[in-house]
């Protein structure tokens, strides 16, 4: 999960070189921390969020056929 979440976000961004995404394990779920350039941030984000959103909805979906559950937090 985390090197399609990298590899989805350095696509997305000017700066691929200062994507960072880092793992947490927590209750029965993974975290996924995504950090991009601060001019990067609203092209991973998107107009009203939708990116993001369809950024988590891919990666939930592909956890769910494997058989985990993950979550992806995009910090500023």
């Given amino acids: 999960m985390k090197e399609l979440l990298t590899y989805i976000a350095r696509n997305l961004v000017d ?3 200062a994507v960072h995404v ?3 394990a927590g209750d029965g779920e993974t975290v996924l921390e995504l ?3 601060p001019e990067d ?3 991973v984000i998107g107009r009203q969020g939708r990116i993001a959103k369809e950024i988590r909805t891919l990666i939930r979906s592909v956890a769910q ?3 985990t559950r993950v979550s ?3 910090i500023d």
């Fill in 72 to 74: 992806v937090e995009i």
């Fill in 22 to 24: 880092t793992e947490h």
């Fill in 15 to 17: 700066h691929p070189d």
């Fill in 35 to 37: 950090r991009v350039d």
């Fill in 65 to 67: 056929r494997q058989g």
């Fill in 41 to 43: 941030m609203g092209k």
